[in-house]
């Protein structure tokens, strides 16, 4: 049973940086992606980042390149997130999934975490 949880959210100031963590379990190999997703209030899930544990590949949305980095460290199972430069319209629950895809289509995700809130505002 694969299992995520995530940690690390909070409230931060425009311009502040947070790291989610993604706790990931379950897994027999390492033919997966961990991807990071976000919703806002009122607003579609959407993709954020996605990480294959097998080589490290990455892909990012175009609103958060050069300002997030996703990372993984395989011998803690842990997918993280480091956000930085952020603005008030990153705030938004995140959540970590796992599919088979590297990928930041949400469809094609199977296993999902709980969601950590983020808010950024002054």
């Known amino acids: 049973q694969v299992q995520l949880v995530e940690s690390g959210g909070g409230l931060v100031q425009p311009g502040g940086s947070l790291r989610l963590s993604c706790a990931a379990s379950?897994?027999?190999?390492?033919?997966?992606?961990i991807g990071w997703f976000r919703q806002a209030p009122g607003k579609e899930r959407e993709g954020v980042s996605s990480?294959?544990?097998?080589?490290?590949?990455?892909v990012y949305a175009d609103s958060v390149k050069g300002r997030f980095t996703i990372s993984r460290d395989n011998a803690k199972n842990t997918v993280y997130l480091q956000m930085n430069s952020l603005k008030p319209e990153d705030t938004a629950v995140y959540y970590c999934?796992?599919?088979?895809?590297?990928?930041?289509?949400?469809?094609?995700?199977?296993?999902w975490g709980q969601g950590t809130q983020v808010t950024v505002s002054s």
């Open positions: 990480i294959r544990a097998s080589d490290g590949s990455t």
């Open positions: 999934a796992a599919g088979t895809l590297l990928t930041i289509v949400p469809v094609a995700y199977y296993y």
């Open positions: 379950g897994f027999t190999n390492d033919a997966y992606a």
